[in-house]
């Protein structure tokens, strides 16, 4: 069924005194029809009041908003293996404890460390020009003296294909317009591995975003085993477009690529881990973030220090409104999402004996903007559970619970079977500022942060409190 | 009145076919009420056909759009004093000639050779980062070495003015929102004397904006006489804002500025000609045009490549259509609008003892978005007439007449008594490109831009062609 009426027993109390005199009831079966009706109470009934407390509790400052912004203007961008990545967890650590979040604690996790190095790339034929651009994450560099070869541009895998034969030693540039990042990233990510294998010596895409201001986005590639690993970089829509226009023209574009990109060895980071220990099931948990770790540029504001400190920002509330839930409430700000996933690998393996206990992960990584409600990822009988939660969520507009949905750092946990939930929010500008020196916590809104603290809160809260485990 | 209804006595014949034939009669006196009734139309009656053949011609294809897009990616951004602004001007007169287009020349004109050089921004205190920088056109440079000093972020002059005993051996950052174009760059235009005279050693402003994806905007800069020189740039609105958050918690700002920016001796430049002569007035010119130099960044496709443009196609249709007014058309692109005026003033030399018989002067310089009309500087007779003639326009919604308007380039004859008119665009995205980047043709479109030249040659050519001069 799709919309199911979960009917609560409540025989134990609540912590919270304007929900703990709820009356409660086995539910009646069909043949009691004589009987005097049983209290019967949704989720969303018994815990309104707890759930308006926290609504307004979430929106009563903008506290969440300055401790996010005094988090990216001190330290900036976080990229794995920076130092600036580990003096905000530091930073994080300290004022977790400050808060008086339970078993505050840095997990170690050895992470990639890329270096971008200087890059530049410079049309040089038919005029001279410097491209907007920059190395996507993972790449190996040019020779030091630069790439400097003949264009060819393409608008998708197919055309790639279809001109293979004009592709050898060249650079293959993929100009594929903006449909949806799911689609458009795959230029991004497997580009350089199909552009080796026509023989190109190097391959640039068409940054992954629907609108621009010359702005180029970064992010992670990668390479297909066995073929031979070239330089690849991202340009800007409009750049793209040029060299569209050159080449429909008739022209011959000729490109000079310098990347210094390469790896160093592995650094150490950390997982952040805060919890509110559940106070029945504490082995029972509910874990939420997003990650810590950011792209090279902007102040990842938005990508994702906005998730960080939504889901801290929700169990400090808990917190301080003393909703110790039945289950432990565990926060986690993943390390190396955008270059590795290693964070949210390093969670799996430690807590591998654990997972039969993980009773749902919470991600919130698409932006702090607007929350509409979560995507879920789980038993029809969880999301009927999680839909009438949700319904508490009503009054701030997020109480849609879509089918599907996760998390880049909850996926390894997701696959060994833990329910997976992703923040849903209004998408409308997330990937104007993705990866690129615009995810600055001016783009952010402070209510808007607000209301998807709240949302996490009451999710989690109620998830980790309601009498019976959800189901998987 | 506002409303005026101009009687047009047709007596002479028009050129094209469609017109050809309008009967036309002196207006009756008050006092022949007996009189048969005089056959009276209005301007728009008149040239109705004229106009829609005009409009239809316009619309017909991408010509102008290809026109335009080859222009800028030829020769990319048109700054003064460069080759490439050169190089654009002799590919215009040359594909002018071909157009068959009437004196086609280049006027000479000697223009200012600012040289942007080598330059950066860097905080270094609280942290260090590169911040998004463009200088100012007409800044002098620093030392080489740089100028490294304490910033004091200010709001507004009067910000500046009550914390002027903290400016003093500092860079003054002027953090002043976006709200008018003509409020917000005087901090552009006037922010380093008045950041000079409270003993500033540089100034920083927020680039001139409503929208920004770290997006830094230059423009031009002046000095006031008998102040001291500084560095004058430009930083995103993002790092403005993060400069007033930093200045807000207390912390201590320290930025190290260098610019290579320095004058060479003014350069050859020349403004575009060309002309359909006037077949019974040739001595009476409307002038219009736009200004094809631009600044050095992005391609100046819409600042002003594609008011030039617009202005070139207006002429060529109406030479194409074989309608050759009464009064002369002339096209005229002036050189070096963005950082000097010498363009604009050299015309204003060169036809001083002409003026009297410049019947009109139209210039399009905000962008070739979706028209609405023009904006008029004139006596109210010449609006009333000119509202007129905008009737014809109404198919396109480019009817209204605004009282005001011009443009920087016909600023000189207008201010000698030439009336002045400037076309209105849909203007909302103007400031996102202008000065930056993004300014690329991209941005326009090709229907938006046959829509401005449609709204320009009508105009253009009903006022050159209507039997009476428009009055002064």
């Known amino acids: 069924m799709h919309r199911f009426l979960y009917l609560t027993v409540l025989s134990t109390f609540c912590t919270l005194g304007g929900i703990g005199s709820i009356a409660a009831q086995e539910p009646a079966p069909d043949t009691a029809a004589v009987a005097p009706p049983a209290v019967v109470q949704t989720l969303a009934d018994a815990y309104r009041d707890a759930a308006d407390s926290i609504i307004t509790a979430a929106l009563a400052d903008s506290f969440a908003y300055q401790r996010l912004a005094e988090l990216v203007d001190t330290f900036g961008p976080r990229f794995s293996g920076t130092r600036n990545l580990e003096d905000a967890i530091d930073w994080i650590l300290a004022r977790m404890k400050a808060d008086s979040l339970e078993n505050v604690r840095g997990e170690e996790v050895m992470v990639p460390r890329w270096v971008r190095g200087e890059e530049s790339a410079e049309l040089l034929v038919p005029r001279e020009m410097a491209l907007s651009f920059i190395g996507l994450g993972g790449s190996v560099g040019t020779p030091r003296r630069g790439i400097t070869a003949e264009a060819l541009v393409v608008s998708s895998f197919s055309d790639l294909e279809a001109h293979a034969d004009q592709a050898r030693d060249r650079i293959v540039v993929y100009n594929a317009p903006f449909t949806t990042y799911g689609e458009t990233v795959r230029y991004r990510w497997a580009g350089a591995s199909a552009a080796a294998k026509a023989g190109a010596v190097a391959s640039l895409v068409r940054s992954v975003t629907p609108h621009s201001l010359n702005t180029p986005h970064t992010g992670s590639m990668g390479y297909e085993e066995g073929v031979r690993k070239i330089p690849h970089g991202a340009i800007t829509v409009e750049d793209a477009l040029l060299l569209q226009r050159l080449q429909d023209r008739g022209e011959t574009i000729i490109i000079k690529l310098k ?205 980790a409190d309601m009498p019976e485990r959800l189901p998987r």
């Not at 301080?320 to 190396?336: A, E």
């Open 259 to 463: 990347m210094g990109a390469h790896y160093r060895g592995d650094a150490l980071s950390r997982n952040v881990v805060a919890e509110i220990a559940g106070r029945e099931q504490p082995e029972e948990v509910v874990v939420m973030g997003g990650h810590i770790d950011s792209w090279d540029v902007g102040q990842g504001a938005m990508d994702d220090g906005g998730g960080c400190v939504a889901a801290w920002e929700a169990l400090r509330l808990l917190q301080k409104l003393n909703l110790r839930p039945r289950r432990t409430i565990r926060v986690v700000l993943w390390t190396n999402e955008e270059n590795g996933l290693r964070g949210g690998q390093a969670y799996q393996d430690k807590y591998a004996n654990q997972l039969d206990n993980h009773i749902l992960a919470i991600e919130s990584d698409e932006g702090v903007f607007k929350p509409q409600g979560f995507g879920f990822t789980g038993s029809p009988e969880a999301l009927a559970i999680l839909r009438d939660i949700a319904a508490l969520l009503e009054p701030i507009g997020a109480d849609s619970i879509a089918e599907g949905g996760g998390g880049a750092d909850i996926g390894p946990i997701m696959r060994k079977g833990v329910p997976g939930m992703g923040l849903n929010v209004d998408g409308t500008r997330y990937f104007w500022y993705h990866h690129t020196g615009a995810d600055t916590i001016d783009k952010l809104d402070p209510h808007e942060l607000n209301l998807c603290v709240a949302a996490l809160a009451v999710m989690a809260y109620v998830v």
